[in-house]
């Protein structure tokens, strides 16, 4: 099965940017989609963003659109996922995974100050 490993969290303050990625084990072409989630403490885990396998097509969660951008590079088994401007309510534990769904990785832990 291929595993995911998230990464490049870690702590801003509010009005910072981050990247974070996600490296799969095994080629993510064949993920039609690739996505990106996010859980905050005592909430839901929510949709952040998605990318189509070619990344000709990409859909993002209202709350963070226009500061949020998901790419991806193929050739190197990686999702991206760019976040500007960053706020407090963004605070949460990242995840990736894909369509069909793959094990979920450990998450990447992004802490904004304000």
């Known amino acids: 099965q291929v595993q995911l490993v998230e990464s490049g969290g870690g702590l801003v303050q509010a009005g910072g940017s981050l990247r974070l990625s996600c490296a799969a084990s095994r080629n993510i072409f064949r993920f039609t989609f690739m996505d990106w989630y996010r859980q905050a403490p005592g909430k839901q885990h929510e949709f952040v963003a998605s990318i189509s396998s070619g990344g000709g097509s990409t859909n993002y969660a209202d709350f963070v659109k226009g500061r949020f951008t998901i790419s991806r590079d193929n050739a190197k088994n990686t999702v991206y996922l760019q976040m500007n401007s960053l706020k407090p309510e963004d605070a949460a534990v990242y995840y990736c995974?894909?369509?069909?769904?793959?094990?979920w990785g450990q998450g990447t832990q992004v802490t904004v100050s304000s």
């Open positions: 995974n894909g369509r069909p769904v793959a094990p």
